[in-house]
């Protein structure tokens, strides 16, 4: 056998043993990976949306207010004298009662005990007086004016008495003290009760705001005919600076019987609790209360509300999965959203976020919104 058939014959031979192999390979059961096709249709937008559904509201007015101290005391000084000593920290809370400012005692001691020792005697002659007056040896008038010369003696006493305790100048309530007025070697309470102090309590706190006098007016008409219903919580809310609701609910306490002629408006007032000292009296502040009660309202949340040339707008999810501008008309507000008076009838899916990625006729996938701890909370609250 010559060479060329020979090399032939080999390679016939590794390709027969190949063969089951690739037979093997190439198996029935296991399909072959299809690449994705070119232009292949993205998946759909992912977006959180709430199902609305009509139910009582609560019609709420968020007006402009200022915090003050629920209790302000000024601290002044009762008796003339030099100031000694400040005994306090400025800025750190006081008790009532407390020693603020040593005066110097000068004539204050011996004058109280002074008016003591009289006192003392005119209560030992009143005494003596009436063992007298028993045997006879003095009148009853003479009597009467030993009487007369220990209320006098008393009233004396006291007076003296006060003004040397006052030497030690207290602190009228508890609370906050700011700074000191005066300083060591200051002469005070010559001619007038100089302000040596201010003290606020600031556990709690009130809020005094207005509200207009015509939209009072209006939901009082609506409540008696029918269209609302009175508001019974007098729950009251503080929204912050920056947008969140202070954890702390405060009560109305009133409202004023009548409206100011020059603005229009009527004063209310709230108690809000303070007790981390978070507020400070003077800050302004948002007052959030229910006013009346709508039955059978539809909610949205404002950054759901958009607007175009048509008017004030949704985004809603359609049946078959596609997004869908949906008019409506707003009304008042409930807390943070708005009261839909049309164009929601309830079980809608409305788009909250991502309407950046809802185009109308697109399709979406809606997921329900998820709310944040403190905006569950606040939402509770309502």
């Known amino acids: 056998m010559n060479q060329p058939v020979a090399n032939l014959i080999n390679k016939a031979f590794w390709a027969a043993l190949a063969l089951p192999a690739l037979l093997t390979a190439c198996s029935p059961h296991e399909e072959p990976k299809k690449a994705p096709a070119a232009g292949a249709a993205p998946p759909p937008a992912e977006v959180e949306v709430i199902t609305v559904q009509p139910g009582p509201v609560a019609l709420t007015h968020d007006l ?32 009532e009662g407390a020693p603020l400012y040593q005066i110097q005692v000068g004539n204050y001691h011996p004058a109280n005990e002074a008016a003591k020792a009289d006192l003392a005697t005119a209560r030992q002659n009143l ?7 028993e045997g006879k040896f003095i009148s009853p ?22 003004d040397w305790q006052n030497t030690r100048v207290p602190a009228p309530i508890s609370g906050h003290i700011g700074r000191s007025l005066v300083t060591e070697g200051a002469l005070v309470g010559k001619g007038e009760a100089t302000l040596l102090a201010t003290i606020e309590q600031t556990d709690r706190l009130y809020a005094n705001f207005t509200d207009s006098e015509s939209d009072m007016l209006r939901l009082q008409q609506a ?48 108690e809000i609790p303070n007790p981390q000292r978070e507020l400070l009296p003077g800050m302004f502040v948002t007052v959030r209360y229910a006013a009346a009660v709508m039955d059978n309202a539809i909610t949205v949340p404002q950054k759901a509300v958009l607007s175009g040339a048509q008017g004030q707008y949704v985004m809603v999810v359609e049946q078959d999965g596609k997004a869908a501008p949906r008019p409506i008309k707003l009304g008042s507000m409930s807390g943070a959203d708005f009261i839909v008076e049309e164009g929601l009838h309830g079980g809608e899916q409305v788009i909250v976020n ?11 996938k809606a997921v329900p919104l998820t709310i944040a701890p403190a905006q569950s909370a606040a939402t509770q609250n309502k």
Do not use: C, H
């Open 64 to 95: 402009p207010g200022r915090l003050e101290a629920y209790r302000t005391a000024q601290v002044r000084a009762r008796v003339e004298g030099i100031v000694q000593k400040r005994l306090f920290t400025e800025g750190s809370d006081v008790k």
């Open 141 to 162: 008038q003479d009597y009467d004016n030993l009487a007369t010369k220990v209320k006098q003696a008393e009233a004396a006493y006291s007076r003296a008495n006060e």
């Open 127 to 133: 005494a003596r007086g009436k063992q007298l007056l």
């Open 354 to 364: 991502g309407l950046q990625k809802a185009r109308p006729g697109t399709p979406v």
């Open 223 to 270: 409540i008696r005919a029918g269209k609302l219903n009175p508001a019974n919580s007098s729950k009251v809310e503080l929204v912050l600076e920056d947008g969140s609701i202070y954890p702390q609910p405060g009560t109305l306490l009133f409202t004023d019987m009548a409206a100011d002629p020059g603005t229009g408006s009527v004063a209310m007032r709230a």
